[in-house]
C-alpha cells in the first residue's frame, strides 16, 4: 500500500486574520512531519500538503477546528515517496493571483455546473456531445490553451532526476546511510558543485553531460522504475 498521503484544498472565506494563523499553522506542520505549501490570504486558504496518512489528516482537523474552515473540502493522492521535502506556509495578498481590484472570490463565486448541463450546452452551440465526463467537463484548461507542453515537461523532470540520482549515488555510496540520519551535506555539496553552478548557463543537454558524463537518457529513470516496480 502506497504511504504517503497527498492532500490539496481550497477554500474562498473571509480571513482577515489570516497573518495570525501563520505560526501555529507552521508549527503544526513541523510537529507532524508534514511538507508541502500552503497559502494564507484575507480571501481564504490554498495548498498542497503530504505525510503520513494521520498526520495529514491532523493538520486538516486544525484547520477544520476554525468556523470559517469547518466544511473545508480537500483531494486526496497516495504515493510510494514523500513528493514534497520542504514545507512553506506564506502570507500572500491573493490564493489565486488574479489582479482585480475589488474581487473578492467568497461572495463573488459563479455558478457551479452539472456535467450534464455542459454536455447539453456543448450540443447546443457546438453539435458535440462528449461520450463521457473525461472527455467533457474533466477537460484540462491547458490542453484547450496550447500548453500541450506542460505534461510531458513532468516526463522529462523525471527523467534528468533520475540521472542525477544515478550520477550522485555513485559518487556518493553511503547517500542512504547519510539521509537516514537526517545529514543532507553531501547532497547539497554534490549539487552545488556539478548542477547549481552551471545554472542557466548552459542548455540542459550540456548540463546534464557536465554533471553526469554523458548526454541525458532516459536509462537511469527506467532502471530506477525497473528496480523500485519489477525487482523481485
Known amino acids: 500500500m502506497s504511504r504517503f498521503l497527498t492532500a490539496a484544498l481550497y477554500k474562498f472565506v473571509d480571513l482577515p486574520d489570516f497573518a495570525d494563523l501563520q505560526a501555529p499553522l507552521l508549527a503544526l506542520c513541523r510537529q507532524h512531519q508534514v511538507k508541502g505549501t500552503l497559502l494564507l490570504a484575507e480571501e481564504g486558504i490554498n495548498g498542497t500538503i503530504a505525510g503520513l496518512a494521520q498526520d495529514v489528516h491532523a493538520v486538516l482537523e486544525w484547520l477544520r477546528s476554525d468556523p470559517r474552515l469547518a466544511d ?14 520542504r514545507l512553506k506556509v506564506r502570507l500572500k495578498a491573493e490564493i489565486v493571483t488574479m489582479h482585480v481590484p475589488g474581487l473578492n472570490p467568497a461572495r463573488m463565486a459563479g455558478t457551479y455546473v452539472k456535467p450534464e448541463a455542459w454536455n447539453a450546452l456543448l450540443e447546443e452551440r457546438l453539435g458535440i456531445r ?103
Open 130 to 232: 462528449p461520450a463521457n465526463d473525461v472527455e467533457g467537463c474533466l477537460q484540462d484548461i491547458h490542453w484547450a490553451v496550447g500548453h500541450f507542453g506542460y505534461f510531458p515537461s513532468y516526463a522529462i523532470g523525471a527523467v534528468i532526476a533520475g540521472q542525477i540520482n544515478e550520477a550522485l549515488r555513485a559518487a556518493l555510496p553511503a547517500l542512504d546511510e547519510q539521509l537516514a540520519v537526517g545529514r543532507f551535506d553531501g547532497v547539497l555539496g554534490w549539487l552545488r558543485d556539478n548542477v547549481y553552478v552551471l545554472g542557466a548557463r548552459l542548455p540542459v543537454q550540456e548540463l546534464m553531460k557536465e554533471a553526469t558524463g554523458r548526454p541525458l537518457t532516459a536509462t537511469p529513470y527506467l532502471r530506477y522504475l525497473e528496480t523500485k516496480y519489477l525487482a523481485s
Open 72 to 85: 473545508l473540502e480537500h483531494k486526496e493522492a497516495w504515493a510510494d515517496e514523500a513528493p514534497f521535502h
